[in-house]
């Protein structure tokens, strides 16, 4: 009889849960199995497996067939590279200590891979819850403000009713700038006249001779002046 490892469906709508399992190949997805070979639960993150690995190794070394997400699951968890080191051993390329010690080593790298990528996932939500929440802190204060805002009593506000406001007076305009006399022309230069000619000087007349001087009077005489006196 062909022998499957497949998955059976269980959980409810949007929330899948799946057996492990093998079964006849004949048989329904859901139906008659075999044996029970473990649990996978894609609703966390990372996904949760919980497989036999022993009894997975003695399914695959009896022939039996893993469907696409069987196959997957089996070498997410290491059953097919203990069967490759089976086989190895097998054919004696090493002995099975030497076997046991690489499996043992995968385990522990893949651990270290799966709790990296744990840590990774747990920083990430870790940060995610902390902007909800600030978020939230955000509208929830928004809101109580508006609600204090709602709620605070109305005081009326007497506004002064502000004066009017002064037209300003029309800027006087400027009186047009009086247009420049036009530059009066400058005279001519009167040409200099002709310089006069100086006159003739005019000779000297002869002078004239001295009159003769008056012969004096004769002395009246003494006699009659002292008559005057008298």
Known sequence: MAVKIRLQRHGKKGKPFFH??????????????????????????????????DRALYWLQTGAEPTDTARAILSYKGVLYRNHLAKGVAKGAFTQETADARFEQWLADKASQV???????????????????????????????????????????????????????PAVEEAPVAEEAPAVEEAPVAEEAPAVEEAPAVEETPAVEEAPAAEEAPAAEEGSEEEKEA
């Open 20 to 53: 492990i399992v093998s079964a006849d190949a004949r048989a329904k997805r859901d139906g008659k199995f075999i044996e029970k070979l473990g649990t996978y639960n894609p609703n966390t993150n990372p996904a949760t497996i919980l497989l036999d690995v």
């Open 115 to 169: 709790q990296s990528k744990k840590d990774g996932l747990s920083s990430a939500s870790q940060k995610e819850a902390s902007e909800r929440m600030a978020r939230e802190k955000e509208v929830s204060d928004k809101r109580a403000a508006e609600i204090a805002a709602a709620n605070a009593p109305v005081v009326e506000e007497v506004v002064e009713e502000e004066a009017p406001v002064a037209e300003e007076a």
